[in-house]
């Protein structure tokens, strides 16, 4: 009887003991602190939204921040325009949005501001397989997205066919092309339309014979084997944008929360920073002053 009753014993101390385990396992003051360590690491995240015209500037500088600050993870979620990714700033999906316009009284919430990054000079270029043709005057540009010109041999290269890539009329890259070369005249129906910027280099670079307009800067960073073509005899160069000489850039902007995690507002004064404009204007944007 005495080794049954030590056994019921033990068996109360042992349930007592997990009954104690039980109980330490979800005390409050410990959740709370795992929740805490959960929500630290959760705000080290940053999120981005950038269009296709922004996306490559914003993946630098993020490149760049996150080699200095080991614990910060910048991930980017893709959009198509600019507005896409306002709207998803504005719905809480992302932490900074990039635009390639300032931002419209219809997209102020009142809760987000907008500040301009730099400009990114646009480029006309070529496949690698286009000889001859260095130059082009405002008249011959237009002539080639009119369709017509057709063929590089009219304008001293080889006897082949112009292929035409082209961008939406909402994109930027097509607004500032009719802006400051092809005005309001139709683009030939045989231009191939390429919804995204990042479309339209891999389609210049895999397609003989083609032309597109996209980032000076992409080209340079990504060291694109592509022609880049001088107009009305100016060089696509930043230099020659700093003095009036090339016109032909977009503006790119962020935007952000009013009130910002430390983590997102850490990111967005590297931006800014000295050293942020020197890396800017290293891989061939003009910093926004």
Request: aromatic content about 6%; proline content about 3%.
């Amino acid at each position: 009887m005495k080794k049954i009753a030590d056994s019921i014993i033990i068996g109360i101390i042992l349930l007592g003991l997990c009954s104690c385990t039980s109980v330490k396992s979800t005390d409050p003051t410990n959740s709370n602190q795992v929740i805490s360590q959960a929500d630290s690491q959760a705000e080290k995240i940053i999120k981005i939204g950038a269009s296709s015209s922004t996306v490559t500037v914003l993946k630098l500088l993020a490149q760049a921040y996150q080699s200095q600050n080991k614990t910060v993870k910048i991930e980017f979620i893709s959009n198509s325009q600019s507005e896409g990714a306002i709207a998803a700033l504005k719905n809480d999906i992302i932490d900074i949005a990039g635009s390639s316009h300032q931002l419209k009284p219809e997209e102020d919430n009142g809760k987000i501001q907008y500040r301009e990054l730099a400009k990114d000079l646009l480029l006309v270029a070529t496949n690698n397989n286009v000889k001859g043709v260095t130059n082009l005057s405002t008249k011959q540009l237009k002539a080639i997205y009119k369709g017509d010109i057709k063929n590089w041999r009219e304008l001293g290269g080889a006897n082949a066919d112009i292929v035409v890539l082209d961008r939406p009329e909402d994109e930027s890259a097509k607004k500032l092309l009719r802006k400051y070369y092809l005005g309001e005249e139709k683009t030939t129906t045989k231009a191939v339309i390429l919804s995204k910027e990042g479309e339209l280099i891999e389609t210049l670079q895999t397609t003989p014979n083609s032309i597109g307009t996209f980032s000076l800067a992409s080209s340079l960073i990504n060291q694109l084997p592509v022609n880049h073509l001088s107009l009305n005899g100016v060089v696509p160069k930043a230099q020659n944008f700093a003095s009036g000489q090339y016109q032909m850039v977009r503006q790119i902007g962020i935007i952000w929360e009013k009130a910002p995690s430390a983590p997102t507002q850490g990111f967005i004064d590297f931006i800014f920073s000295k050293e942020g404009k020197k890396l800017l204007q290293n891989n061939g944007f003009a910093p926004a002053k």
